[in-house]
């Protein structure tokens, strides 16, 4: 990613942030299967020390808080002040004292070598400017034989929480194909990518999970429409170019694709998701 790429998804990240605050509860809720299925493949434990690499509004550093109890820490980060101020009040509201909070990017990780026994980072790693200096920095900061544990969405087609509304939204706002190497929930959909870079990174035993689950809360086809055409940036970008008079089409095209994920105001989404594992050697 070119430095004025990485500009653009920092400022986009600054202003998503707020969304991400006022979804934070929900977005805990939707995506728990994620944090448990990296909790699981790190293997974390109780007494550990854990780093979180782009932890948005809180998760799954705040999970994991819990899980390592007071003998172990976390040390949350984000490059975006928005973020770590969310998740920072969040962790004072909750009373949690084994969590730090940090504002940094995965790429130049400011603790010394080995500090962490785990590395962790959900839905994060393909908005890394450079991935493989981001892992490298993981696998420096982490203790010999630690485990660095990502987690990146799968295939597009097996994601209708985004398809249902992008792909509507698609038809009606040109909107061109991102490059394979930009910042795209979809980045490291194809199943070896990531583990690429882990490899070339100098992770061993690299390992990738497929993770199916269901994205579930208690939410209307209306509540979930707002949700996603706030907390993500490139709809809000294309929204702004609809004129008023095409966006009630819009939004009913994509309530007729979505409504069967939504039964007696409750929604349920088939999702995919890869982690991906790997040690230091
Ligand atoms: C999709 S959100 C995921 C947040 C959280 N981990 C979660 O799962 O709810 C992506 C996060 O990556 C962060 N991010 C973007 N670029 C980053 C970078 N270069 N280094 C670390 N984090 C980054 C963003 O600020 C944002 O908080």
Redesign the pocket.
């Known amino acids: 990613m070119n430095p004025e790429e ?1 500009n653009k ?2 400022d986009a ?2 202003t ?2 707020r969304y ?1 605050n006022k979804y934070r509860v929900l ?2 809720q939707m ?1 728990a299967p ?2 448990s299925g990296l909790v699981e493949e790190a293997q974390i434990r109780v007494g550990q020390k854990v780093l ?9 550093s705040l999970t994991i808080s819990c899980i390592v109890g007071p003998t172990g820490s976390v040390m949350y ?4 002040a928005g ?1 770590v101020e969310t998740a920072q009040a969040e962790a004072a509201s909750r009373g949690l004292t084994n969590i730090e909070f940090r504002k ?4 130049a990780l400011p603790f010394p070598d080995s500090t962490f026994d785990v590395v962790v ?4 790693a ?4 450079d991935p493989v200096t ?1 892992v490298r920095e993981a696998l420096r900061v982490i203790v010999k034989s630690g485990y660095l544990s990502f ?1 990146v969405w799968g295939s597009e087609e097996a994601n209708p929480f985004f398809t249902s509304v992008n792909d509507v939204v698609d038809r009606f706002v040109e909107s061109p194909e991102p490059g394979p190497d930009a ?1 795209d ?1 979809f980045r490291f959909a194809a199943s070896g990518k990531l583990a690429r870079i882990l490899k070339n990174a100098g992770a061993e035993n690299v390992i990738e999970r497929q993770l199916d689950f269901q994205i579930e809360a208690a939410m209307s086809f209306e509540q979930f429409w707002q949700l996603r055409t706030e907390m993500s940036e490139s709809l809000r970008e294309k929204m702004a170019r609809l004129t008023p008079a095409q966006l009630p089409t819009i939004k009913q095209a994509a309530a007729d694709a979505a409504q069967r994920y939504f039964v007696s105001e409750k929604m349920s989404f088939p999702a995919e998701a890869l982690i991906v594992t790997g040690r230091k050697g």
Do not use: H, K, N, Y
Request: aromatic share 12%; hydrophobic share 45%; net charge negative.
């Open positions: 990485q998804t920092m990240w600054q998503s942030a991400w977005i805990a995506f994620l944090t979180d690499i782009g932890g948005g509004s809180g998760e799954p980060t984000d490059p975006v973020m940094c990017s995965a790429d980072s959900r839905l994060s393909m908005f890394f400017g981001a987690v910042p929930a």
